[in-house]
């Protein structure tokens, strides 16, 4: 059911998972920057989702990467 589809969306995010949006595995950041690159190569910010959009830009939700 939808609701149970947003809880789970909850927990994976309080464990501090993020959801690829090109593949849908979920990846945890371990350390360092929100820079992150799941195993099917999508970039994306690990802090707010978005796609990543190049080396040393700021992100929309304004975390360097």
């Known amino acids: 059911s939808q609701h149970e589809l947003q809880r789970e969306k909850q927990m994976v ?3 501090g998972i993020q ?5 849908g595995m979920g990846v945890e950041k371990s350390e360092g ?3 992150m690159t ?3 190569g999508h970039q994306f910010c690990n802090k ?4 990543y ?4 830009t700021v992100c929309q939700c ?3 990467h």
Request: hydrophobic share 20%; charged share 25%; with cysteine.
């Open 13 to 15: 995010k309080e464990l």
């Open 19 to 23: 959801i690829c949006n090109k593949c």
């Open 33 to 35: 920057c929100h820079h």
């Open 38 to 40: 799941c195993t099917c």
């Open 48 to 51: 707010c989702g978005r796609d």
């Open 53 to 56: 959009e190049g080396l040393n």
């Open 62 to 64: 304004g975390w360097a």
